[in-house]
């Protein structure tokens, strides 16, 4: 391993453990604020927007639906797992690089703006996770259907909102994954990589 290669690992582990530390925040403070709005009680069980008594059918199909989810969930992330995503992307040398970088290369990648000389070694490597970004879609199609579930089960006006935002965030960030991986496949083939 040359002294390059050391620095690009050290930098590389470095914007991993960033990416973690930000994720960490993310959810801590997410955490925090769901307490807070909790202790106030915006989600007090007798108030009609979050509580409501669903029908015998309606608990059923919601309890199917969570399950289902569950199943969903878990059987992505293994799958993620097992076909090495997790392995590569942890050698990826793009840790190394910044966000505003990591824009620069996807923008590249999707033929947004000409590719740079110096950046032609790295984009075969971005297409790459671009196409693998697909992947992602099982496990957090499982997670809507999970909310959706949870709608019926609640039989609550927040608990259908909150599944419509989510099933919306969801068909948005499936629609751009898409859409970057086929722009990165076309990439490729164009590369003849």
Same mark, same amino acid.
């Given at each position: 391993?040359? $002294?390059?290669?050391?620095?690009? =690992?050290?930098?590389?582990?470095?914007?991993?453990?960033?990416? @973690? @530390?930000?994720?960490?925040?993310?959810? &801590?403070?997410?955490?925090?604020?769901?307490?807070?709005? %909790?202790? #106030?009680? /915006? /989600?007090?069980?007798?108030?009609?927007?979050?509580?409501? =008594?669903?029908?015998? +059918?309606? #608990?059923? &199909?919601?309890?199917?639906?969570?399950?289902?989810?569950?199943?969903?969930?878990?059987?992505?992330? +293994?799958?993620? #797992?097992? *076909?090495?995503?997790?392995?590569? *992307?942890a050698g990826s040398r793009l840790w190394a690089e910044s966000w505003s970088r990591?824009?620069?290369? &996807?923008? $590249?990648?999707?033929?947004? #703006?000409?590719?740079?000389? =110096?950046?032609? !070694?790295?984009? !075969? $490597?971005?297409?790459? $996770?671009?196409?693998?970004?697909?992947? /992602?879609?099982? !496990?957090?199609?499982? @997670?809507? @259907?999970?909310? &959706?579930g949870q709608a019926f089960f609640q039989w609550a006006p927040g608990f259908v909102?909150?599944a419509a935002i989510f099933v919306g965030t969801l068909t948005a960030a499936g629609?751009? %994954? +898409?859409?970057? %991986?086929?722009?990165?496949?076309? /990439?490729?083939?164009?590369?003849?990589?």
């Open positions: 391993m040359t $002294q390059d290669d050391r620095i690009i =690992e050290s930098q590389a582990r470095r914007g991993r453990r960033r990416f @973690l @530390l930000v994720m960490v925040a993310v959810i &801590v403070l997410g955490a925090l604020v769901g307490g807070g709005i %909790a202790a #106030t009680g /915006f /989600f007090d069980g007798s108030a009609t927007f979050w509580g409501g =008594e669903a029908p015998g +059918w309606a #608990t059923v &199909v919601g309890a199917v639906l969570s399950l289902g989810g569950v199943a969903v969930a878990v059987a992505g992330f +293994w799958w993620l #797992t097992r *076909n090495g995503y997790y392995r590569r *992307n990591r824009r620069n290369l &996807v923008r $590249q990648v999707r033929g947004n #703006t000409l590719p740079r000389d =110096e950046d032609r !070694p790295l984009l !075969p $490597q971005v297409a790459e $996770q671009m196409i693998d970004g697909l992947g /992602f879609l099982l !496990p957090l199609s499982g @997670l809507a @259907l999970m909310q &959706v909102l909150l629609v751009s %994954a +898409w859409r970057s %991986a086929r722009d990165a496949k076309a /990439f490729l083939a164009a590369a003849d990589v």
